[in-house]
């Protein structure tokens, strides 16, 4: 079985910053790329940044030079820096990682964290 835990979501101004992580314990032999998603209320759930086990990242458009994807592969957790926060940002966050395990490789999803900016 597999957990993930995410933290660090909060009420933030416009230009403001908030650090997500999420972190995965259980039954993991490796994690390959991890994800993070958002949905905002009425909307799709969209994918904001992507990160390989090698390092290798993607943005959306929409946060490219604001948000910044890292991992710590030892503590099997990613990171969403997020900077220069704007009321389009609002949404829940969800860590999606693919995971290796006894039962193969699928992916996983938290449980989301809220990040609100206010105007």
């Known amino acids: ?10 009420l933030v101004q ?3 910053s908030l650090r997500l992580s999420c ?27 992507g990160i390989t086990r090698a390092g290798s990242t993607n ?11 890292s991992r710590d592969n030892a503590k099997n957790t990613v990171y969403l820096q997020m900077n220069s926060l704007k009321p389009e940002d609002t949404g829940l966050y969800y860590c999606n990682p693919d995971i290796v395990n006894a039962e193969g490789l699928r992916d996983y999803w938290g449980q989301g964290t809220q990040v609100t900016v206010s105007s």
Do not use: C
């Open 14 to 16: 416009t230009g403001g």
């Open 59 to 69: 943005y959306a458009d929409s946060v490219k030079g604001r948000f910044t994807i």
């Open 1 to 10: 079985q597999v957990h993930l835990v995410e933290s660090g979501g909060g």
């Open 23 to 49: 972190a995965a314990s259980g039954s993991i032999f490796t994690i390959n790329t991890m994800r993070w998603y958002r949905q905002a209320p009425g909307k799709q759930r969209e994918l904001v940044a």
